[in-house]
């Protein structure tokens, strides 16, 4: 307490005491702003969890090589085999006219892999089927399986997409 | 160059310039601020049951205000004089040729504000209470033009507009893009200091009266917690594009010689803005709680915050110290008032040589760095070179200061081959062995070699 | 009356805000249904003295709180962060990662102020004798939590796996090894083998994220509690006041209330220090290379580093023992320095303690400099 303070003070005049619901009411409002101001500082936290885009599968040349699968593993028609390129599943076999193809084996249903049978392609998760020309034929898959251009370069399959630039 | 070179060992001259400043921000800013909450109080004093009573907080108030800001901010703001002339001359003789009488007339409001302050603090008792309250509003009146002024300057030299060496049109220089940002920002910086203050003093007086004091200090941070994204989302749009580059590139960290600081300065700017906010919010729920020492960490998190912002100003300009124009080593852009080849022989160009530093001799390579490079580098402090260049080798180094200018945050190198084998031995001297100028230009020669 | 709900007491009544407020209604119909009241009331009940030194009883706080930033910050890096690939990963997080330099820099920071804020809450709970019966188990629980998070900071160093990391383990877990008996079997527990490889890596990680908070939290729990059962300590000069005299403020409505703006400003200035000097990443570790020019342990294990020079050759076991017996005295010093008010021997032990505190210090500033 200050000396200022007690001789200033009349003793006949009462002390205004704050009104409760003003001081609530600014309150609540101070905490709304404090909220918004902590929840953005919270940004760099979110940057820093958010994955990041995720990079081409097909990077700057435009086509990925083809994993666990040979060329020779698929020089004869009705040969087929389940393989991968950039960390994803592929199946690449050639079909009774002597075609090269590729899908990428990602099921459209729920995103199991989709194995080689020959005629078909069948998903050991939930009988999903599709035909040598990736439509869905049978089962819960309710789209066509992703299509990839296949070609050889030197000796290794490579697949791009369907329409665009890459090498061969 | 600037010359005499002023060499501040560690720190380095920029360094120390920016720790007075640093200070000296939050002192002005409470300074005017104050004047704000002076005004406003006395008025609001004079509507309440008890006005004595508060008037006697507004007193003690006014006691610590006058000696903190005058004691404090005039120490502080004649070391800012004292220390941006040593660091940066040309700077600072640029500044004040063309705005000498923006200068001129701050000095006068320095000289008004005080005057008037007196004036309500030595009338307090004779004055009539309608007196005092129209001092304490000359007073911000006043204050708030030096800010008015000052910011024409500060703003000028990240964004000089549409001022040119040739057209020295001052109106646009001072007006520039972004003043009317910055000046809306430190406003509001003001205010909330000057609530922040206010809980300070409150502290010091008994329950009863600093609950009610607390409840009305607290309402000056309010415009900031509102208004401030605003006002930042304007300023950075009146940031040059080389800055929003800066920025990007220090999300993603340590790069390493790309300013990436700035991003993390303007998070600390931002972060510390919301703790202020949630500071008052506990300050204001709690009042009869709050202690002095409680309060004194909520306005020492305020000068953190202006430490942020500070530094993420200063960096946004590197590596000029008038954008576009002087870089801060005292090399002018071209087109300038004095065109430089920057392939001549470095000395002669420079307005003074050293004698000792004969090309060839040990100092020629050393008085390169203290003319060139000392401005924004010391040798193993803030910035340090020895650091950067711990894995330098004569043709990387060579190679270096050719492209020096390429990734924009670092100014083009004045200089022929042998000055540039010059730093380039002094600089990898400094890792133990002592290298000779000649030898990097041996070395360089027989790499050259096809 | 519903029998399927327990009344709420009417002491409760008072103290919570009107049943007509939504939190009002809230908080009565918990405590209808779980009737903790007097567990609140009890905890209500804390108070602390208000003297000279109150301030003081702010630094365990303080500690807490760099920890949880520790805690927080150390989860977001476990989310990027590999054991396998240690200095790959962290490079990532540094370069990569958009904030991850910050994040880690405000990790390497909080862990260092949180070193600090410790010796300050040791030293000043010693002068304050706070130690003294009936609080001895809360001062040697105290001590525990020290030994635990000095062995967070030296795991933690590890895990980046760069130069600096690589040679302050080897050298922090070669001294262990010098211990008579048990020293070479510890060091190769710890280390996963006779040398520190990544092997190590993966002991010290699991040490880091997983054995120690838990015996962190688990132990600074009991360390709270008892101060909950006991009351805050009081030092002499305020115990021996007359009754009116004594003042108190409550924990958790005041003083609490009161720390946080602390809080907040000290959360900047970990910021502050993450934005002006973050943390930087050597070469990774290369076993053939030498050590780095100039290595030296981070400060806080600077003053033993420095003691140990002054026993050279032989004399190092001596030196090890009288450090030994210096922190071990820390133990014993509740079972030593008992009378209250203190006497003679308090006083002998106070000045005791601030000739270890001198020493500290000069050792430490010494270490710096040299």
Redesign the interface.
Known sequence: ??A??KS???AN????V?DRRE?RR??G???G??AV??G??LY??Y????P?PAPDPFGKEGRAVVEKISPAEVAQNGMGKNGGYAGRGVIVFRNESGELKAFDSKCTHAGCNVQFQGAKLFCNCHGGTYDQTGKNIAGPPPRPLTELRVFEDQGLLFVARLAGPGKG | MNYPVWNVPILGSGLVVAIIAIIHILISHLAVGGGAFLAVAEWWASRQADPERIRAFLRKFVTYFLVYTTVFGATTGVGIWFSIQLANPEATSLLIHQFVFAWATEWVTFIGELTVLYFYYYGWHTNSRRMQLVLAILYFVIAWFSLFIINGILTFMLTPGGWTLENRDIVAGFFNPGYWPALFIRTLVMLTLAGLFGFVVATRVDDDLKERIIGFAARFVVPAALLMPLFAAWYWFSLPVETHTMWHNGIVGVAGGRLEAITRYSWLAAITGGLIVIGTLIIAWKPRATTTTAAIALLATAQLSMLGGEFFREMARKPFVIRGVLYSNGLWKAPSKAPVALDQPYFESTRWEPDHATPGSAAHGEWIYRLQCASCHTLDGYRSLAARTAQWTPGFGDRFLQNLNQQGVMPPFQGNSQDRAALVAYLISLHGKPVAAAEVEATLAKEAKP | MDERFAPVPPEAEESLPPPGTLVGQGLRALLRRYPIWPVVAFFGKKRVPEHRDTGWYALGGIAMLFFAIQVVTGILLMVYYRPSQPWQSVQRIVTEVPYGALIRSVHHWSANLMALALFVHLFSTFFMKAYRPPRELTWLTGLGLFGLVLFFSFSGYLLPWDDLSFFATRVGIAEMEKAPLLGPWMADLLRGGADVTVDTIGRFYVFHVTVLPLLVIALLGVHLLFIQLQGVSEPDHFAALPGEKKRYRSFFGEFLVGEIPIWLFLWGVVLALAAMLPRGLALEADVTAAAPVGIKPEWYFLAPYQALKLFPGRLELVGMAMMGLAAGSLLVVPFIDRATPSDARGRLVAWLGAAGLVGLIVMTVWGLLS
Request: net charge positive.
């Open positions: 307490m200050s200022d303070d200033a003070r009349p005049v009462a002390v205004p704050p001081r600014f309150l409002a101070l905490g702003l404090a101001w902590a953005a500082s760099p936290v940057r820093f969890l958010s990041q």
